[in-house]
């Protein structure tokens, strides 16, 4: 659930709460560079969000002209870190900025995050944006979202051989060919890359069954990381929202209720 807002007060507020800056998109995974940078501020949880009666996956995201500005603080990033909900916090924590920071527990053990959970997350992004490539059947919005679909599928293949990287080579040998040729619709290499990510599917609830993959994290792990956060929350999260700021989740939620039931 993403939280548009506009109110300086909360932007330096949650500025200065920040842990750490992530930058992630396309010039990460060495695919180019994005129109607009985007970059994940992890910031330390408020008590009023710690505390509060609503238990919600949201994010704050600032809008600027110049970039693109996600704040999420570190339960929700965590959460869906193990969710598979943001595939985009799974390449954070590969990101090598983490070393050596408050956050360097993720970063040296982000194999740990390699679930099947998150395989699936990304061979589903793959799977439907190849049905909805379709309707985008010309020019640089074909080869924009080819390219997408198969950085989904080549990091899922990495997470299966246990080799994840975010410039993965052979994505990128891929990416130039299809920026080369400016491709336009295809259907015969959108069937080939169907058929590849069906395979992957099938490939990860293998490695489930056989248990060489957990499904969300191990035990051991599980309780390491609620160690780990338990620390970090008595020592960073003592701050406050107030009740403006408050009201940013309050209607976020009344709103994907009110969704929920049409």
């Known amino acids: ?59 704050f995201q600032y809008e600027s002209e110049k970039e693109n500005l996600i704040f999420m603080n570190i339960h929700t990033f965590i959460r869906n870190l193990v969710t598979g909900e943001y595939t985009i916090n799974f390449e954070a924590i590969h990101d090598k900025s983490l070393a050596g920071t408050e956050l360097d527990f993720l970063y040296q053990n982000r194999a740990q995050f390699a679930s099947y959970t998150v395989l699936k997350s990304y061979l589903n992004f793959a799977k439907v944006n190849s049905k909805k490539i379709q309707s985008e059947k010309e020019g640089d919005k074909w080869s924009f979202q080819l390219i997408e679909i198969l950085r989904n599928l080549r990091f899922a293949e990495s997470i299966i051989d246990n080799k994840f990287v975010l410039n993965n080579s052979s994505l990128i040998e891929e990416a130039n060919e299809i920026k080369a040729a400016k491709f336009r619709y295809n259907k015969a290499r959108l069937e080939d890359i169907k058929i590849e990510i069906d395979y992957r599917r099938i490939k990860a609830n293998d490695l489930l069954s056989s248990k060489s993959v957990t499904r969300f994290l191990s035990e051991d792990f599980q309780y390491k990381l609620d160690k780990w956060l338990l620390e970090l929350t008595e020592s960073k999260c003592n701050w406050e929202l107030d009740k403006s700021e408050m009201s940013y989740i309050y209607k976020a939620f009344e709103d994907n209720m009110a969704s929920s039931e049409q």
């Open 1 to 59: 659930m993403n939280i548009y807002f506009k109110d300086e007060k909360l932007f330096k507020k949650l500025l200065s709460k920040t842990i750490l800056k992530v930058e992630v998109g396309s010039q990460v995974y060495g695919l180019g560079e994005d129109a607009i940078p985007s970059f994940v501020h992890i910031y330390a949880t408020s008590k009023s969000e710690l505390y509060s009666f609503l238990n919600s996956y949201y994010t």
